[in-house]
């Protein structure tokens, strides 16, 4: 069965850190890009970031230059490091996995095959 586990969330000050995880099994990992998303109260699904099969790696803007994405292949995860985290960056946080050709369309939810359960992160103000 595919499963996509994401985990690291919690409760944590502003300007804090945390760092997610995503674990992938029941499918050819480094054949997938694999894109973070996250959704607040009362707000739509939004991408966050994402890495391609080969390293590349992409940001909202809202998160550039305090968040870090990186994979290991060989252990079949991604993880997104969050520093300095604001108050508006409280949403669940979900992990996907999809075969973008076009990098640039990350953003868009359909592109993606699987997805994961979501983990909850709360920056206090």
């Known amino acids: 069965d595919v499963q996509l586990q994401a985990s690291g969330g919690g409760l944590v000050q502003a300007g804090g850190s945390l760092r997610l995880s995503c674990a992938a099994s029941?499918?050819?990992?480094?054949?997938?890009?694999i894109g973070w998303f996250r959704q607040a109260p009362g707000k739509e699904r939004e991408g966050v970031s994402y890495?391609?099969?080969?390293?590349?790696?992409y940001y909202a803007s809202s998160v550039k230059g305090r968040f870090t994405i990186s994979r290991d292949n060989a252990k079949n995860t991604v993880d997104l490091q969050m520093d300095g985290l604001k108050p508006e960056d409280t949403a669940v946080y979900y992990c996907?996995?999809?075969?973008?050709?076009?990098?640039?369309?990350?953003?868009?939810?359909?592109?993606?095959?699987?997805w994961g359960q979501g983990t909850q992160v709360t920056v206090s103000s």
């Open positions: 996907a996995a999809g075969k973008i050709g076009t990098y640039t369309l990350w953003p868009h939810q359909t592109l993606y095959n699987y």
């Open positions: 029941g499918f050819t990992f480094g054949d997938y890009g």
């Open positions: 890495i391609s099969r080969y390293g590349s790696t």
